[in-house]
T-cell receptor
Framework: DVKVTQSSRYLVKRTGEKVFLECVQDMDHENMFWYRQDPGLGLRLIYFSYDVKMKEKGDIPEGYSVSREKKERFSLILESASTNQTSMYLC?????????????FGAGSRLTVL | SQQGEEDPQALSIQEGENATMNCSYKTSINNLQWYRQNSGRGLVHLILIRSNEREKHSGRLRVTLDTSKKSSSLLITASRAADTASYFCATDYSGNTPLVFGKGTRLSVIA
């Protein structure tokens, strides 16, 4: 089975701190994604990457950046954390199943910014 | 936003009953998928239905798709307490763009 691992399940940071959320997948997938999930808003796409060193903005990229130096690792960076970035962050890797794109998600990283 | 909408937002049923969740979307799709999320965890893929399919089954799950109404339904038969979770539909619009998720239906199955 594909495994997507998010290194931190819970983080508490202070306003203005730089935050790194790490995500690693073990199946050589090219496509990886970062979503944030908030009550009443569902999942919203922050950034995605179709290959190493490639990145594309999603629906809500403001305040975030990403890094994809190796195929298996896709990092989400909050350059200067703010309280409105308190959220659940979900990383996913995409594979083809019977000709269709399917996502495998990590367990999530719940970030609290004080 | 192309985000789909699930209906209802929350559903509470007794164990053994059937649970039906609906999803509406806005433009033509390649396929529609349903995912499940246990509390505080990541999402898990359940089932996929293509735009040229009308119904699909997997165990106790039954998915229907009506492309003329741009809507889908997920039916869980003979529900169990372990089915308690949030359920999300996700639409694949072009085959190469990211999936778009709805806001989810929170299902509670009471033993």
């Amino acid at each position: 089975d594909v495994k997507v691992t998010q290194s931190s399940r819970y983080l508490v940071k202070r306003t203005g701190e730089k935050v790194f959320l790490e995500c690693v997948q073990d199946m050589d997938h090219e496509n990886m994604f970062w979503y944030r999930q908030d009550p009443g808003l569902g999942l919203r796409l922050i950034y995605f990457s179709y290959d190493v060193k490639m990145k594309e903005k999603g629906d809500i990229p403001e305040g975030y950046s990403v890094s994809r130096e190796k195929k298996e690792r896709f990092s989400l960076i909050l350059e200067s954390a703010s309280t409105n970035q308190t959220s659940m962050y979900l990383c996913a890797s995409r594979s083809r199943v019977s000709g269709a794109n399917v996502l495998t998600f990590g367990a999530g990283s719940r970030l609290t910014v004080l | 936003s192309q985000q789909g909408e699930e209906d209802p937002q929350a559903l509470s049923i007794q164990e053994g009953e059937n649970a039906t969740m609906n999803c509406s979307y806005k433009t033509s799709i390649n396929n529609l998928q349903w995912y499940r999320q246990n509390s505080g965890r990541g999402l898990v893929h359940l089932i996929l239905i293509r735009s040229n399919e009308r119904e699909k089954h997997s165990g106790r799950l039954r998915v229907t798709l009506d492309t003329s109404k741009k809507s889908s339904s997920l039916l869980i038969t003979a529900s169990r307490a372990a089915d308690t979770a949030s359920y999300f539909c996700a639409t694949d619009y072009s085959g190469n763009t990211p999936l778009v998720f709805g806001k989810g239906t929170r299902l509670s199955v009471i033993a």
